[in-house]
């Protein structure tokens, strides 16, 4: 077997390996935690970081065969651990592009959900689509944002919300990330909304609540190795459930041992981070409304803040208050939450935009964020590159790590294509 190189990226104006240490939250500006090499290589063999820095050295230091080896010439790109959308609702089929204009026209999202529109049509649609329909629309969207720069996605499920629909879910999840070639990571978001089909008989809040206790959460955990889901979410929100009505599915996850991530304060804060923190979650999102106890017990339970300013952006909402979350020893992610109802978008390095101008992150703290912080948040070994460590990467079509932000939704991968 040739000891070639089976990939090399060379020549990026910068390779950002975030490899460095955790950002200060009293230093924000510090640029250590990105890593940064300039005119950079990374080499690459069966999946494994083989060699990296700059690309004199690297080219003096592995074999490259003409026939076997992609060469990838990054001149005026940066080349970066591939970014991690760690929140999303992906799988959905259509759009609810006129709930958009009626918020803009001053409805409000409440509102849209009491007439049956919200969370709730998009489970009849779904429910009404055949497995090819939502394996298709996924595996598009997953390429799409393949092309800004992702190459982690967290899918949840959560418009399926009976136990058939929701172990269909999980089917076309994993079927999209094999024919997408995108890695993806699974939630099983049993708790989103009532199931529209049981919420107008009388008592149906309490049915779904003892149906999805009794059949669909065991159905879910009963799956094999390989079909089970790799996490657990509830809406815990005065739009959605109770810490109350919580509880029982997170006592359930933990004896099933699938760990939570979880929707809390996007309208109200319920204690939704508390009781985040209570059950180790890996992630407490939105955080819209949140208080300081809350905030505190997320970090001294290492759980993970996810803010989605494109669900915030697109409901007119002040945008949560990142730089307060690091104050109090809150490590920060941010992610899409790509869904139709309260954030149609794909695209990633924009949330970094968001982060900066309206959250208080710096430029170094919103790359960990879509890096370090979301991979932790998921248990991956990615976003950062290290000799020895996966061989993740995208290359952005930008000239410097300073650009993620400041070219506002403008930043591609450069060799892939959606
Ligand atoms: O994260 N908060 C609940 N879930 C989604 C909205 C889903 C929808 O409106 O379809 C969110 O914003
Ligand atoms: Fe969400």
Redesign the pocket.
């Known amino acids: 077997m040739s000891a070639a190189v089976d990939a090399i990226y060379r020549n990026a104006t910068e390779l950002v390996t975030m490899a460095g240490p955790a950002p200060d939250p009293t230093r924000p500006f510090d640029s250590a935690p990105l890593g940064v090499i300039e005119d950079g290589a990374i080499a690459v063999r069966a999946g494994r970081v083989v060699a990296l820095g700059p690309t004199r050295d690297v080219l003096a230091s592995v074999e490259i065969d003409p026939k076997n080896t992609c060469v990838f010439d990054c001149v005026g790109a940066v080349v970066a651990p591939g970014l991690i959308d760690a929140?999303t609702?992906a799988l959905?089929v259509g759009h609810?592009a006129d709930?958009f204009v009626a918020r803009i026209e001053g409805a409000s999202?409440a509102d849209i959900?009491a007439k049956g529109g919200?969370?709730a049509?998009?489970v009849r649609e779904l429910r009404a689509a055949d497995d090819e329909r939502l394996i298709a629309e996924l595996a598009a969207r997953l390429r799409r944002m393949r092309s800004f720069g992702t190459t982690m996605v967290e899918v949840k499920t959560?418009?399926g919300l009976d136990t058939e629909s929701e172990l269909r879910s999980l089917r076309a999840i994993r079927a999209a990330s094999e024919r997408a070639g995108v890695r993806v990571r699974s939630t099983f978001?049993p708790l989103?909304?009532v199931d529209p089909a049981l919420r107008s008989l009388p008592d149906g809040r309490r049915r779904f609540l003892e149906r999805t206790m009794s059949e669909t959460v065991p159905a879910v955990f009963a799956l094999g190795e390989g079909a089970r889901p790799d996490y657990v979410d509830a809406?815990v929100?005065t739009?959605?459930f109770s810490v109350e009505e919580t509880r029982p599915l997170l006592e359930a996850a933990k004896r099933a041992g699938v760990a939570p991530r979880m929707?809390v304060g996007?309208f109200a804060d319920i204690a939704g981070a508390e009781l985040a923190a209570e059950f180790g979650a890996k992630s407490a999102?939105?955080l819209e409304h949140v208080s300081d106890e809350g905030l505190r017990a997320m970090a001294s339970a290492g759980t993970v803040a996810m803010l989605?300013p494109g669900?915030a952006f697109s409901?007119g909402q002040s945008m949560p208050d990142a730089r307060r979350m690091r104050a109090l020893g809150v490590e920060v992610a941010l992610a899409t939450?790509c869904?139709?109802?309260?954030?149609f978008v794909e695209n990633l390095p924009l949330m970094a935009a968001f982060a900066v101008r309206q959250m208080g992150l710096s430029t170094v703290e919103a790359w960990w964020a879509l890096t370090r912080a979301a991979a932790r948040s998921l248990d991956w070994e990615g976003g950062a590159l290290r000799v020895g460590g996966v061989a993740d990467v995208c290359v952005l079509d930008m000239p410097s790590w300073r650009a993620l932000p400041y070219a506002v939704g403008s930043v591609r991968d450069k060799f892939t294509r959606a």
Do not use: V
């Not at 869904?339 to 954030?343: A, E, F, L, R, V």
């Open positions: 929140h609702h959905f609810r709930e999202y959900a919200g969370i049509r998009s959560g418009y978001l989103h909304a809406y929100d739009t959605g929707h996007q999102d939105h989605l669900a409901l939450d869904n139709p109802g309260t954030s």
